[in-house]
C-alpha cells in the first residue's frame, strides 16, 4: 500500500525530467525562490552559524535519549486526555488511522501536510477502506489531483508550472464556469480555497503532520504557511497526529532554538506564517477543538538508524535546503528519486527504510559537491553518509558488475606504481597522438557517456613524471 | 653558507600526470619560486575513486602507499583541492580503527595542501611574475571550496597577474557537474548540470576560465568546446607560474612556425 518505489529506474526517470521542458522551467524557480531567500535570511541574522550548532546539538541530545523523551512525551499526552499510539512499521500505523476513523464512523477526512503520511501511504489505503482523503495544503491537494508523490518535502508541488495547475483545476473543478479566468497564482489559490472550505466542515476526522513533538508538554507542533493546518485539525471530531520516533524533543526552549533554522533554511522566512501548537483534545472551557487526539508514532526502521553508521539523518527537521541547493536536484526534480524522500536527504533515508538494493542509484548519483552539508540547519554530513551507503553497495556486491571490475583492474595498477607509470606512459602517449591535431576527442569508445555530450581534452604526451624523471636525470 | 631549503614533495595526482603534465611542471615552478625544493616520489593516484566507490580496502590500501611515499617530506602540496581533500581530510577517516596508521594519517594530512592555499597560507606568496592580456573568471571547485576553503587565496594571486582582469561568474561556487565517476556514470545529469556552468562562464564575456581542479576543467572546456565556444580553459597554476602560451585545455596545438 506504501508508494510504488520507483528508484531501481533512477536513470530512465532522470531522463525522462531531463526532457521534460515544463517541469526544466518549475525547477529553475527553486533557484530564486529558495537559494537566493535563504542566504539573505542567514545573512541577516549574525549567530545563524552558532545557532545552527545548536539546532544540531539539540536534536542529537535527544536522540541520545530518545526512550526516556518518548515515554515523557506519552506520559504528558495521555495526561492531557489525548493516546499515544507506536506503530513498528507502516502497516501498523495504517492500521491505527483507519480503526480510529472506522469508530468515528468517518467518511471524509482532511488532511494537512503530512510527510509520514507520504510515507505509509495513507492516502490510497484509506480510499481502499471507503474513506475519502482530502490533502488541504495547497501543494499536496494540486499532487492528489493528479495521483503523484510529492517532489519536494516542503514545496509538493514545486514540479509543477503555473499552466499546469490552472489545466488540472479546470480538469477537476468540472462546476465552475469553462471561462473563468485562472492566469494569476491568487486566483488559482482563491478557487483551492473555496473548494476547499467546504471540505473542512464536512470531515469526520483530520489527519496532520508534525514537526516537532514536544516531550516536557506533550504537545505536537506544525508550521505552515496556508493555515490549512489549522482547521484540519480543529474542525473535525479526531484530530490524528503522523508523526515518527525522531521528532520529540525535550523543551518549547528548544523547540524556539530550532524554529529559528527551520524556516530560516527552508524558505528563507524568519518564521512560517503559522506555527501551531497542540496539547490534546478540546478540554471544556475550549471554544473549539478534537474531541479526540491520537499521535501516531512511527518507528518503520528508524530506531535501527540510532546505532550505527546513518544516525545523524535522524536530526533531520526537514527544511528542505539540501535538496534546493543540490546540482543534481536541480536537474532532475524529485520525482526522479522515486519515492517519498528525494534530494540528499532521501538518498541517505531512502535506502535506509526501502532497502539498498532498490535504491543504490540514490546514493550514486552525488557529485558530492558538498553544499547540502554546508546549508543543512543541523549540520548533516550528507556526503559522508551517501557515501558509506556505497561502502554498504560495494561491500554487499550490489554495484554493478562492470564498475566492480573496473576498479579492480585500475586498483591492480595504482596498487603497482611502475608498473602503473609504464602503462599510464604508453596509454598517455598513444591517446595524444591520436589526439595531436584537434587536442580533444569529439568521440572515445570507453568514454561514451562522456562524449555523448562534450568533447574529451586529449593528453599533451608523456606523462609528468615521465618528464619529470627524464628532466632531471639529464640536468 | 646556503640556508637548506625545506622539501615539498609534490603530489601531482594522476589526472595532471596523465593529462596535463605542464600543471604539475607549473605547480613545481611555484613552490620553488617560494623557496622551497620540490622533489616528486613515484606516485599513482590518491585513491579517491576508490573511496567514493564504497571501496574501502583499496582506498586504504592506496592511502598507505602515498602515506609512506610522503612521510619524509616536510611539506606534501597537490595541485588539486579534490586530491588534497582526499589527502588532508579523508585519510584520517579510513584509519580511524588503526591507532597506529591513524597517527601516522594525522601528520601526513597535517603537513599535506592544496597547491594555492600553500602559496599564500603556507609560504606567504603575495603576488606572482605572470602576464596575462585579458578577462578571466574563476570557478571555485567543491572540494577545494568546501573541504579546504580555498577561496579567496586564488583571487588574490590572480590579482597580481599583469595584464589580467578578474570577472565573477554568477554561481561561481556551484558544482560543475563532474564529480569524478559521476560524469561517466550519470552522463545526462552531469551534462545538464555543466551546462548551467558553461552558461555561467560565457555570460562574463571572459576570454578564459580558471580553476584548480584538472577534473572540472576537463568537463567544463569539453563542454565549451563542443558547443563551440572559444573561451580558454586553464589550470590557475599554469595562469600564476606564467605558462598561458601553451595550448589551452582541450585546444589544438599551436601551428609551429618554421
Redesign the interface.
Known amino acids: 500500500m506504501s508508494a510504488v518505489v520507483t528508484s531501481p529506474a533512477f536513470k530512465a526517470n532522470a531522463k525522462a525530467a531531463l526532457a521534460d521542458t515544463e517541469l526544466q522551467k518549475a525547477l529553475a524557480l527553486v533557484e530564486v525562490n529558495f537559494i537566493v531567500r535563504r542566504r539573505a535570511a542567514a545573512d541577516q541574522l549574525p549567530e545563524f552559524e552558532a545557532l545552527r550548532d545548536e539546532a544540531r546539538d539539540i536534536k542529537d541530545h535527544a536522540l541520545a535519549h530518545l526512550d526516556l523523551y518518548l515515554e515523557e512525551y506519552e506520559k504528558r499526552v495521555v495526561a492531557h486526555g489525548g493516546h499515544v499510539h507506536f506503530a513498528v512499521d507502516a502497516e501498523e500505523a495504517r492500521r491505527i488511522v483507519l480503526d480510529v476513523c472506522r469508530r468515528l464512523g468517518a467518511k471524509t477526512v482532511t488532511k494537512g501536510k503530512t510527510m509520514i503520511g507520504e510515507e505509509i501511504g495513507i492516502n490510497s489505503f484509506l480510499e481502499a477502506n471507503g474513506v475519502v482523503p482530502i490533502e488541504t495544503d495547497l501543494g499536496e491537494y494540486l499532487i492528489q489531483l493528479r495521483g503523484e508523490l510529492p517532489s519536494h518535502i516542503i514545496a509538493p508541488a514545486v514540479h509543477l508550472t503555473k499552466a499546469q495547475v490552472a489545466a488540472d483545476f479546470r480538469r477537476c473543478h468540472a462546476d465552475l464556469p469553462r471561462d473563468r479566468d485562472l492566469t494569476e497564482p491568487t486566483t488559482l489559490a482563491a478557487e483551492a480555497r473555496t473548494v476547499l472550505r467546504q471540505k473542512f466542515l464536512a470531515a469526520d476526522v483530520g489527519i496532520t503532520g508534525a514537526n516537532f513533538l514536544i516531550a516536557e508538554t506533550g504537545s505536537s507542533v506544525i508550521v505552515t504557511n496556508e493555515g490549512n493546518g489549522d482547521l484540519t485539525q480543529t474542525l473535525p471530531k479526531a484530530h490524528i497526529v503522523l508523526a515518527s520516533i525522531d521528532k520529540v524533543v525535550p523543551t518549547l526552549e528548544d523547540l524556539s532554538q530550532l524554529l529559528r533554522v527551520l524556516a530560516r533554511s527552508a524558505t528563507g522566512q524568519e518564521a512560517s506564517v503559522y506555527t501551531t501548537v497542540s496539547t490534546g483534545p478540546r478540554r471544556a472551557d475550549d471554544p473549539d477543538g478534537p474531541n479526540e487526539y491520537h499521535v501516531v508514532i512511527l518507528d518503520n526502521g528508524r530506531s535501527n538508524m540510532l546505532g550505527g553508521q546513518f544516525r545523524d539523518i535522524l536530526r533531520c527537521i526537514r527544511c528542505g535546503a539540501c535538496m534546493n541547493h543540490c546540482p543534481v536536484y536541480s536537474a532532475v526534480g524529485g520525482h526522479a528519486y522515486g519515492w517519498v524522500y528525494p534530494g540528499p536527504m532521501g538518498a541517505v533515508m531512502t535506502p535506509a527504510l526501502v532497502g539498498i538494493d532498490k535504491t543504490g542509484h540514490l546514493p550514486n548519483a552525488s557529485t558530492f559537491c558538498g553544499r547540502c552539508e554546508e546549508v543543512c540547519p543541523v549540520r548533516i554530513p550528507l556526503p559522508k553518509m551517501l557515501r558509506h551507503w556505497r561502502e554498504r553497495e560495494f561491500e554487499r556486491r550490489l554495484s554493478p558488475a562492470t564498475v566492480r571490475a573496473g576498479l579492480r583492474f585500475w586498483a591492480f595498477f595504482a596498487r603497482h606504481p611502475r608498473l602503473y607509470g609504464l602503462a599510464t606512459l604508453v596509454f598517455a602517449r598513444s591517446l595524444a597522438w591520436f589526439g595531436r591535431r584537434r587536442g580533444r576527442f569529439r568521440f572515445l569508445p570507453f568514454a561514451r557517456g562522456w562524449t555523448r555530450h562534450r568533447d574529451f581534452p586529449a593528453p599533451m604526451g608523456s606523462t609528468f613524471q615521465a618528464q619529470w624523471r627524464s628532466r632531471r636525470r639529464s640536468s | 653558507m646556503v640556508e637548506s631549503k625545506k622539501r615539498v614533495g609534490l603530489f601531482?595526482t594522476?589526472l595532471?600526470?596523465?593529462?596535463?603534465?605542464?600543471?604539475?611542471?607549473a605547480a613545481?615552478k611555484l613552490i620553488e619560486d617560494a623557496g622551497f625544493m620540490v622533489e616528486?616520489p613515484?606516485?599513482?593516484?590518491c585513491?579517491q575513486?576508490?573511496?567514493?566507490?564504497?571501496?574501502?580496502a583499496?582506498a586504504r590500501?592506496?592511502a598507505e602507499?602515498v602515506i609512506a611515499a610522503f612521510e619524509g617530506f616536510d611539506y606534501v602540496v597537490a595541485p588539486s583541492g579534490s586530491c588534497g581533500g582526499q589527502l588532508k581530510i579523508h585519510y584520517p577517516e579510513l584509519f580511524r580503527d588503526d591507532p597506529d596508521w591513524l597517527a601516522r594519517a594525522d601528520a601526513f594530512a597535517a603537513k599535506t595542501y592544496e597547491l594555492v592555499s600553500f602559496l599564500v597560507d603556507v609560504a606567504g606568496v603575495t603576488h606572482v611574475d605572470a602576464t596575462f592580456e585579458g578577462t578571466a573568471t574563476y570557478h571555485d571547485a567543491?572540494?577545494g571550496l568546501?573541504?579546504l576553503g580555498v577561496r579567496v587565496q586564488p583571487r588574490r594571486l590572480l590579482g597580481t597577474v599583469q595584464g589580467l582582469t578578474m570577472k565573477e561568474m554568477a554561481d561561481s561556487?556551484?558544482?560543475c557537474?563532474?564529480?569524478?565517476t559521476?560524469?561517466?556514470?550519470?552522463?545526462?545529469?552531469?551534462?545538464?548540470?555543466?551546462a548551467k556552468k558553461a552558461a555561467n562562464v560565457v555570460a562574463t564575456g571572459a576570454d578564459m576560465v580558471i580553476a584548480g581542479d584538472l577534473g572540472c576543467l576537463?568537463?567544463m572546456?569539453?563542454?565549451l568546446?563542443?558547443d563551440g565556444k572559444t573561451i580558454e580553459v586553464r589550470h590557475v597554476a599554469e595562469v600564476l607560474a606564467g605558462m598561458s602560451d601553451l595550448?589551452a585545455?582541450?585546444?589544438?596545438?599551436r601551428e609551429r612556425t618554421p
Request: glycine share 12%; aromatic share 8%; net charge positive.
Open positions: 601531482v594522476c595532471v600526470d596523465l593529462i596535463r603534465p605542464s600543471v604539475g611542471f613545481a616528486v613515484r606516485q599513482t593516484c585513491g575513486p576508490a573511496f567514493n566507490s564504497g571501496d574501502r583499496t590500501a592506496l602507499q567543491c572540494s568546501r573541504e561556487e556551484v558544482c557537474g563532474f564529480g569524478g559521476f560524469a561517466t556514470k550519470y552522463p545526462d545529469i552531469s551534462a545538464t548540470i555543466v576537463m568537463n572546456a569539453g563542454k568546446s563542443r595550448p585545455i582541450g585546444a589544438p596545438p
